[in-house]
C-alpha cells in the first residue's frame, strides 16, 4: 500500500506541526529544517509529509491531493471546506478580532458603513452579517494592520497572537470573532478507503500532540 | 499577456469536452444506464428546467442558494435542475398516478448548482442515477445498493468501494442526548460541517455526560466489518438499535447479490438528515478525494408531491468516474481518412460507407488535394490510416510501414 500524505501550512504552524510529526515517531529530528523540499520522506515510509502555504492546504487535502492536514481554524472558518476536522492539536492557538485605530474605536459601533480590511473576507462578511451591519470589505494578501493608516479601510479582521502587532500600529481590538488552534484535517475519502491507516495516524498525532502541551504547559 | 475577453470565455464551474473526452463521458453514461435497464430501470428524460416551486419541494431549505434561478416571461420563476430525483418525483406523481407499484426509472443529463465556485467545483456536471419508488422493503434498498455496485463497475472504475450508513442511526443518538431544538440544530450544524471538534465542544457545553458525547466523537471511527458490532455499545436507543438490525439484515442479502465485499457499513456517512429517511451510501476509489455516487431512502419526498410513496435510489457523477481514471488523450482525427482519383469519387463513397458500416469513424477528401498532399497531413495529424481509391485497386498508408496497393476488396478485409 502506498503512504498516505500529510499536508503541513508552512508559517506559523510550521514549526509546531513537524514536532507534533516527530514526537509522534513519523519524521526524524530536525529533518525538516535541514531541507527546502517540499515533501518529505517519513521514517517508517507509511507516512510523507508535503509543505503547502498556508492558504492551500485545504485545497490539499479536500481534493485528496493529501490524505490528512494540520490546518489552523481560521482557515477552516474562512474557506468551508469538505473535510473531516478530527483534532484540536491546541498549538498555534491566536485570535480573530476587529481592531480599530485608537481614536476611533470608542465609535466603530456606529460607523456607518464600515469598511473592513481582511485576509478574512468570508469571516468578516459572516461576523457583520450576524450582527445586522452592512460592510465593505477589502481583501489583502499581507500587513491588513497598514490600511486604517492610510485610508483604505476605517478598521481591520486580523488574527492576533500577542497584540503587538496591534498596538504597533496604534490599533485596539473593539470585538473577538472567533478563536484558532491548529487542527488535523481529513479527506472524506481517504478517511474511507484507508481507513485504518488514517485511523492510526490520527491516534499517533492525538497522542503526540496532547503530550507536547501536557509537557509545555 | 494577451487579454481574454468576456465572450471567448465560458462562465466558472462550467467547461467544454473535447472530442475524446466527450466519448468517454458519453461511454461511461451509457454503460452505467445500459446496467441499469438490465435491471428493469427505464429510462425518462425530464426538463433541464422547472418551476422553482417544483424544486424548492425537494430541495429543502438550502434549496434556494443552490439553485440556479431564470425568471420566465410571464415573471414565473424557474430553476434549472440541480439533481433529478425531484423531477422524476414529479414526473412519477402527475403522469403514473394508479400504476401498480414499484416504479423503476432511470435517467442521464446535466444538472446546474448555482452557488458552487472556486477550488474547481463545477456549476453544471453530469449525472446518471436511479430511482426505485414505491417500495420500502430492506430488499429494495439491497436491490438498488447492489445496483450502485454494477453501476460503477460498468462505469469501469478500478477499486470502487461502497460505504453504507443509515440516517436512523445518528438521528437515534441525537434523540437520546434530548437537547433543547436549539442545541439540536447546531449539533447537526457541526455534523454537516464534519468538525468533530466543534461537535465535542457543543456537546460539552450542553452538559452531555462523557460517555456519550464520547459515543458521538467515535463516529468517524464507526466503519468496516467490526461498526456494527461496535456500534452496538453506542447505540443507546431503540431507534439507533432497531437500525444496527436492519443494517446487519442488509449486508447479508448483499452478500447473496455478490457485493458483500464491496460494501462496507460506514456509520459515518452524513448525508442531509431532513432529506433522506433510512440508509445512505456513497461510492468511493482511492484514486479520487470526492465520492462518485451518492445515494440512499427518502420516503418523505414523494409526499410532497401528492403520493406518499417510500423511494430508493442513487446518482452516479460521470465527471467524477472521469476524473478517478486518470487525464485521457483528446483526439480530432478519424480513424481513417479517403481521398480518390479522378474518376473514381464514386468507388470512394461506396468505399467509406462500407467502412463506416463496421464502426469505423471515416472523412472523404473534399479539398480537392493531391494524394501525397492529403496523405502527409493526414498521418501527421494522427489519422492511423490513409487510402487512396483509383477505380477497382487502391494505396493504403499507415502511421508505421510502407506504402501498400491493393484492391478495394482487399482492403475491407484489413484488420
Redesign the interface.
Known sequence: MSSLTVAVASGRLLEDSMRTLEAAGYLPADAWQSTRRLILPCVDRTVRVLVAKPADLL?Y?????ADLGIAG?DM?LEQ?????????LGFGACRGVVAFPEERAAAWETLSPIRIATKYPRATERYFWSKGRSVEIIELNGTVELAPQVGLADGILDLVMSGRTLSENHLVEVAEVFRSTA?LV???????????AV?TVVERLRTAAAARSRSSA | MLRRERWQQVPPGMRDLLPGESSRARRVSDRILSQMQRWGYREVVTPTMEYFDTLIRGEGTEAGDRLFKLVDRGGELLALRPEMTTSVARLITTHLRGHPLPFRVAYAGQVFRGSETGSGRLREFPQVGCELIGAGTLEADAEIVALAVEALEASGTQGCSISLGHVGFLQGMLAGLALPDEGAREVRAFLYQKDFVGLRAILDRYGIPATRADALSQLPVLSGPGAIHDARRLAGTAESERVLGDLEDLMKRLAAYGVGDIVRVDLSIIRDFEYYTGIVFEGHTSALGYPLLGGGRYDRLLEGFGAAYPATGFAVRVDRVLASSGPGESTWTPDVAVTFADGARVEALRLASALRERDLSVTVEILGRPWDEVAREAIAAGVPRVILVAGARAVVRETRGRERSMTVADLLELP
Open positions: 485545497t487535502v479536500e481534493h485528496g491531493a481554524k477552516l468551508g471546506r469538505d473535510v473531516y476536522e478530527l483534532v484540536d487542527r481529513v479527506n472524506r475519502v481517504s478517511l474511507r478507503t484507508r481507513a485504518e485511523q
